[in-house]
């Protein structure tokens, strides 16, 4: 059978059981506190993780320090890395490879627009127009990043959302949660939605990531979301794109005639865009970066590469070297590439509260799509991943057949998923 053949009919099965779901290949306790037992969230990170931590997804992923099984063959991780943590897991069979302080609470900054996109990007379909006043805008921090949203400019969905993908614009963001009854409620939603991910160690303040007291997550449950996000079509889109124009002011030209012209956007993830010191990598597809005073540098990032796709999150690299956040996260794919299947799994990624719930038998699946109809097929097997030459970006690479929950006899939770391609993921030709 072609090696595309058994990419394309790859699932995502994790056995559940009293707690949603039970380790695939290891023995791991998935006890998850209730978030009245789980520690409060701290005004500012603390020097060293704490000594006890959440332990949703296994008994090891709440200890400190590194944890990791290396099996035979398996290469020993990286010696240089420095983030306060890290985590490694195969994004299908939601297997943690490897982790560092996985649980440890720390502040998000832009990677908390992952949850913001995952819990209001279904709520509006892309072709919809809004006329910004200037409510819209206000609360906005200082210093904030800015894609350039102008007050009674009308801009799509669509816009506003590769301006949150694209330039982490906190404008876009406070457009957005406006269109969607506003920052508080947007706020508790958010919050909501963490809850039902399992994503117990965060707690939203501010839906744009900007530093707040209180406001923190973690490696794990930022693994949590980015996996739940990539279900949706949309959300595979934004993120995967490397470039975008964005509308412009709307100024009066030399004879007089309103005149609207358009910028070009780029994706500030450089692993998807490329710096001078940091490569396009291989196979990657996303998914969000950020950097805050509190935070340091943060990233969570989708790729695959000979038909394994992996997830891996990286805060606060102590290491001050340019673009080290993107540094560390390539050694960490490097070494789970190699990896996979070698390095025993130290925890697994765990189901939504509601899968089960919500899964009957025979489902049929959902691309997850804002605004749009399903385009999943009942026959998986039967329809290729196809990727969209999008604005100069990857568009649609990870052609995942999103959000299909079906209830199995075994009571297992099902995700029927159609990851990308190798050359579906390749670096787009540059201008």
């Known amino acids: 059978m072609p090696a595309a053949k058994k990419t394309a009919r790859r699932t995502l099965l994790v056995t559940s059981a009293a707690l949603s779901s039970l380790a695939l290949t290891a023995p791991v306790a998935l006890a998850a506190p209730s978030p009245s037992t789980s520690p409060s969230p701290s005004t500012s990170p603390s020097a060293t993780p704490p000594a006890k931590m959440s332990t949703v997804g296994g008994e090891r992923l709440g200890q400190a320090g590194t944890q ?28 943690v490879l490897a982790s560092h302080n996985a649980h440890w609470r720390l502040p998000p900054a832009s990677t908390m627009k992952m949850l913001f996109a995952d819990t209001v990007l279904p709520k509006f379909p892309k072709t919809e127009k809004h006329k910004v006043v200037p409510a819209d805008l206000a609360g906005i921090g200082a210093g904030s990043s800015l894609v350039g949203i102008k007050e009674g400019e009308t801009y799509t969905v669509r816009d506003l959302w590769l301006g949150v993908f694209l330039r982490s614009g906190n404008d876009a963001v406070h457009v957005l949660s406006a269109m ?18 399992q994503a117990l160690d965060t707690h939203v303040v501010s839906p744009d990531g900007y530093d ?10 930022l693994t949590l979301v ?6 949706k079509k949309d959300f595979r889109e934004y993120c995967s794109t490397v470039r ?27 692993l998807l865009s490329g710096d001078y010191d940091t490569p ?16 340091g540098a943060t990233f969570t990032g989708v790729a695959e590469r000979n038909g394994k796709v992996l997830l891996v999150t990286v805060m606060n690299p102590s290491k001050n070297d340019h673009n080290e956040v993107y540094k560390e ?30 899964a009957q038998p025979g489902a049929t699946a959902s691309s997850g799509q804002a605004g749009g109809s399903g385009d999943a097929s009942s026959d998986p097997v039967t329809k290729k991943a196809a990727a969209e030459e999008d604005s100069g970006g990857i568009g649609t690479a990870l052609a995942i057949t999103g959000g299909a929950l079906v209830l199995l006899a075994a009571a297992a939770f099902l995700v029927n998923r159609r990851w990308p391609l190798p050359d579906l993921v390749r670096r787009r030709p540059r201008p």
Do not use: C
């Not at 969607?180 to 991910?197: I, K, R, S, Y």
């Not at 707040?212 to 449950?221: E, I």
């Not at 980015?226 to 279900?231: E, I, N, T, V």
């Open 68 to 95: 990791v099984d290396l099996g035979t063959g398996a290469p020993v991780l990286p010696k240089d890395l420095t983030a306060r943590s890290w985590i490694v897991a195969d994004a299908e069979s939601g297997a």
């Open 180 to 197: 969607n009854d506003g920052v508080d409620t947007t706020v508790q939603q958010m919050n909501e939605h963490a809850e039902e991910l």
């Open 212 to 221: 707040a007291p209180g406001q923190v997550s973690s490696a794990y449950d």
């Open 226 to 231: 980015a996996r739940s996000g990539l279900q």
């Open 244 to 270: 975008a124009q964005f509308p412009g002011e709307t100024k009066k030209s030399k004879k007089g005639k309103s005149v609207r012209k358009s910028f070009e956007i780029q994706n500030t993830n450089r």
């Open 280 to 295: 396009v990598y291989q196979g990657i597809a996303g998914v969000k970066n950020g950097n805050t005073t509190n935070a």
């Open 329 to 358: 996260t390539s050694k960490l794919f490097d070494w789970g590439f190699k990896a996979a299947g070698k390095a025993q799994p130290v925890g697994e990624l765990v189901a939504p509260r509601g899968a089960q719930a919500s």
